[in-house]
């Protein structure tokens, strides 16, 4: 982007990686705005199990569980905040770990979505608990002309479908059908790397023990804080079912299937920690293939562990992630 545009911050990480702290300490020192990039905190009622934060942040609590809410509905409700941020003077810091929204925001959804592997892993695990039955009545609920041309039993045409779906917001009838004039679409054609001076960071643990650790504490936490009652009151509910995308959620998957009698207690609470570190590998594959990152490395304290992969950052140990944080953005281009 040419020089003077203005200035778009991307924090990312896997969960339990300490993003949303670094997050506040550079809002409060930089006078940023947050933006939540979460497809667990949109939803009201989903508080502890999804860390939801205290202090403020833009796309948070905005639909019911009941509702779906898309990368294509991301795109539209971050493009808007950024620029009313912007238009208040402020620094727009886009922060969280549900890697396709930031990709859809950035580059742009011009096209038809392309294979996305961990939706179609996803969808292929509930086909597998409840038959692809189960997937052909959920696509004919949002695309009932795409259901009505694929047999229940094609299961790749059906996954394929479905994934476009769940990527975009919208279904693959409307994509093949076109309308240039509906602003879902005009609002793809670009993405914000075209309109702002983008810097991109992301923050880990140095090594994988740290994080499992760190993934551990924190679901205890959790549930000590009183997780099982909170997903207790949404399993009550009678318009909710675990195969909607809010209960899909790590962690609320898994003590649904308790409550609905699948499993110990003990077994779900394992189940949602296997989940919560499958999630954040699959948070680290995408982080890994992602270009212009700078890392920010942190010890079992949460401080700076080793000197990022950018060689021309020099920090000591005594460091904190904050103070690599601002060395990146003080040396990005103007």
């Not at 679409?185 to 702002?196: C, E, M, Q, S």
């Not at 699959?282 to 212009?292: E, G, I, M, V």
Request: hydrophobic letters at 40%; glycine letters at 6%.
């Amino acid at each position: 982007m040419a020089s003077g545009s203005p200035l778009l911050i991307c924090l990312m990480g896997p969960t339990a990686s300490g993003k949303t702290d670094l997050a506040i300490e550079l809002a409060q020192r930089l006078d940023c705005e947050l933006v939540s990039v979460d497809s667990a905190l949109v939803y009201r009622g989903l508080d502890i199990g999804s860390a939801k934060p205290d202090y403020p942040h833009h796309l948070v609590n905005i639909r019911d569980p009941a509702e779906i809410y898309s990368a294509a509905d991301f795109v539209l409700d971050a493009e808007r905040l950024v620029a009313e941020i912007i238009a208040r003077g402020k620094t727009p810091l886009l922060v969280g770990g549900t890697m396709l929204y930031f990709k859809a925001f950035l580059e742009g959804l011009d096209e038809m979505p392309g294979a996305e592997q961990s939706i179609r892993a996803e969808i292929a695990t509930q086909a597998a608990l409840y038959g692809w039955s189960n997937i052909h009545n959920e696509l004919a609920q949002v695309d009932p002309l795409s259901a009505a041309r694929i047999h229940p039993n094609h299961s790749q045409r059906l996954s394929r479908a479905l994934e476009v779906y769940r990527a975009s917001g919208i279904t693959m009838t409307e994509w093949q059908n076109k309308d240039r004039t509906d602003p879902r679409f005009v609002k793809f054609k670009t993405g914000a790397f075209d309109r702002y001076r983008v810097v991109q960071l992301a923050i880990c643990p140095a090594e994988r023990n740290i994080l499992h650790q760190r993934i551990a504490l924190r679901f205890e936490l959790m549930m000590a804080a009183g997780l099982l009652e909170e997903v207790r009151s949404l399993w009550q509910r009678q318009d909710l079912n675990d195969k909607l995308p809010a209960l899909r959620a790590v962690g609320y998957r898994q003590l649904w299937q308790h409550l609905d009698g699948e499993c110990t207690l003990d077994e779900g609470i394992n189940n949602a920690l296997a989940a919560t570190r499958q999630l954040a590998k699959r948070q680290l594959t995408w982080l890994r293939k992602w270009a212009d990152l700078g890392w920010i490395y942190t010890d079992n304290a949460g401080k700076f562990a080793q000197k990022s992969l950018s060689e021309h950052v020099q920090l000591s140990p005594e460091e904190k992630p904050l103070d690599l944080a601002l060395n990146y953005l003080t040396q990005a281009p103007l």
